[in-house]
């Protein structure tokens, strides 16, 4: 069986593809040829991401996304691995809902329809829920906001460079989608979707343990492998606090492994 040698890395709310340095470096030095692009209206240094980010973002929608990943994993030479984090974790799963890719990992996924969030999470989500209409607004998360609930088992001596560096503003409408379970539902039992990997931090505020748990439980019934991981004492900024190799490699060895055969994008 020929193995897929491509991966498309989906960055999430109040980030950037320069998230995923980590990563990429990594998987490039195995060899693999490394996506890493944008949301739409999003395609700016992260300086002028913050100061003056494109108004066309406040109405960026959940399908926006997907048809905009759609577009990029069509042109490529073969059908790729997909790794996502928290919305763009959702994002992967449903890009692979529609058949897509022959491996994908969700890293802290936003919520699928049918999933309730538990109260923790909604904590932690209550200032974008409070924005008056926020739905139609670019929000920008607090550094306060990014200590406590995003990055709360990052090193305290990093947590101001980290924010500084990586975080955004995004939109608020994609966070009431998701609440309200518009567009963002999953076919059940769906057979043609590839081999997913779920997994979330022990610690994680944004994205509970439970949560991603009940998206396994929706998951799981699909025929393609469904394999749930938790990794001990990480937060949400998993993918970039210490110890983000083991998880960096835990996703692509599991991807590896498991993806279907490669199939020509289309």
């Not at 950037?16 to 340095?21: E, F």
């Not at 060899?31 to 406040?58: C, H, N, T, Y």
């Not at 963002?184 to 931090?201: F, M």
Request: proline share 9%; hydrophobic share 45%; aromatic share 10%.
């Amino acid at each position: 069986m020929k193995m897929s040698k491509t991966v498309v890395l989906i960055h999430g709310a109040w980030l950037t593809p320069a998230g995923w340095d980590y990563f990429k470096s990594r998987y490039e030095a195995k060899g693999f040829a490394v996506v890493a692009e944008p949301w739409p209206f999003m395609d700016a240094p992260i300086e002028q991401l913050r100061a003056s980010p494109d108004p066309r973002l406040k109405k960026l929608t959940v399908d926006q996304i997907v048809d905009h990943y759609v577009a990029i994993i069509d042109a490529l030479p073969e059908s790729p691995i997909i790794i996502g984090h928290s919305f763009g974790g959702l994002i992967t799963e449903l890009l692979l809902d529609r058949g897509l890719g022959v491996a994908g990992v969700a890293l802290d996924p936003a919520l699928p329809a049918g999933v309730v969030p538990p109260l923790r999470m909604l904590a932690s989500a209550a200032p974008i829920f409070a924005e008056w209409e926020g739905w139609d607004k670019i929000l920008t998360m607090s550094f306060k906001s990014f200590a406590e609930t995003f990055a709360n088992t990052l090193p305290e001596t990093e947590m101001q460079a980290a924010y500084d560096t990586y975080i955004v503003p995004c939109p608020g409408r994609i966070y009431w989608q998701d609440a309200l379970g518009i567009r963002v539902g999953l076919k059940k039992g769906n057979p043609e979707r590839a081999p997913l990997l779920l997994t979330v931090g022990e610690k994680d505020i944004t994205v509970t343990p439970g949560a991603v748990k009940a998206a396994f439980d929706i998951q799981k019934h699909a025929p393609a492998l469904t394999e749930f991981k938790e990794f001990p004492g990480r937060s949400h900024f998993l993918f970039h606090e210490p110890g983000w190799e083991e998880v960096a490699d835990f996703a692509l060895d599991w991807a590896v492994r498991n993806q279907r055969a490669v199939q020509p994008a289309s």
